[in-house]
T-cell receptor, first 115, second 114 residues
Framework: DTGVSQDPRHKITKRGQNVTFRCDPI?????LYWYRQTLGQGPEFLTY????????KSRLLSDRFSAERPKGSFSTLEIQRTEQGDSAMYLC?????????????FGPGTRLTVT | AQSVAQPEDQVNVAEGNPLTVKCTYS??????LFWYVQYPNRGLQFLLK??????LVKGSYGFEAEFNKSQTSFHLKKPSALVSDSALYFC????????????FGPGTRLSVLP
């Protein structure tokens, strides 16, 4: 098991373009989370999947953001019509719902820069 | 609403001395509490958690934390700091009755001086 992976690690895009990020969770984990982290801040929760179902979405998640987990394995986060304020590190995490395993395991993140 | 406060942006400690990184939280119900560490250019790593039971929990790399319900605190401690402990530390909380919305604190930068 190689842990949570994210692709790409870095993305530079021009304002107004669409971007898509991918997250591959730990294989036996059925829960998947997306967070956004800006410099000097802790991660901010964006959305949560249980298997393929998107069960929670933060008010931070504007209608330009959409996330999917079509087969309950990998997930994608798309940002449409990017704005400079979208520049941040986007983190993916996964966890298991078995027993006391409530902790999340994080990927390395995708750093987005909108110019 | 859930919230986490880490009152110190920066903590400096000499190598070999005990360290404490403070965390207080606010939830409407009962909390799950976590500590994570972030090294430069690396993802957040899980350190320890409080779910239920003993208020003193032990985690990775010799760290421990004490859950204090009356003070709504979950301070991170280590008896003897190492230079390699220098990193950014995040406290996080989830309300047991409020879905999967984890709330993280702003982080505390720990510097262990040789």
């Amino acid at each position: 098991d190689t842990g949570v992976s994210q692709d790409p690690r870095h993305k530079i895009t021009k304002r107004g373009q669409n971007v898509t990020f991918r997250c591959d969770p730990i294989s036996e984990h059925n829960r998947l989370y997306w967070y956004r982290q800006t410099l000097g801040q802790g991660p901010e929760f964006l959305t949560y999947f249980q298997n393929e179902a998107q069960l929670e979405k933060s008010r931070l998640l504007s209608d330009r953001f959409s996330a999917e987990r079509p087969k309950g394995s990998f997930s994608t986060l798309e940002i449409q019509r990017t704005e400079q304020g979208d520049s941040a590190m986007y983190l993916c995490a996964s966890s298991s719902d078995r027993g006391q395993n409530h902790e999340q395991y994080f990927g390395p993140g995708t750093r987005l820069t909108v110019t | 609403a859930q919230s986490v406060a880490q009152p110190e942006d920066q903590v400096n400690v000499a190598e070999g001395n005990p360290l404490t990184v403070k965390c207080t939280y606010s939830v409407s119900g009962n909390p799950y509490l976590f500590w994570y560490v972030q090294y430069p250019n690396r993802g957040l790593q899980f350190l320890l958690k409080y779910i239920t039971g003993d208020n003193l929990v032990k985690g990775s790399y010799g760290f421990e934390a004490e859950f204090n319900k009356s003070q709504t605190s979950f301070h991170l401690k280590k008896p003897s700091a190492l230079v390699s402990d220098s990193a950014l530390y995040f406290c996080a909380v989830r309300d047991r009755n409020y879905g999967q919305n984890f709330v993280f604190g702003p982080g505390t930068r720990l510097s262990v001086l040789p």
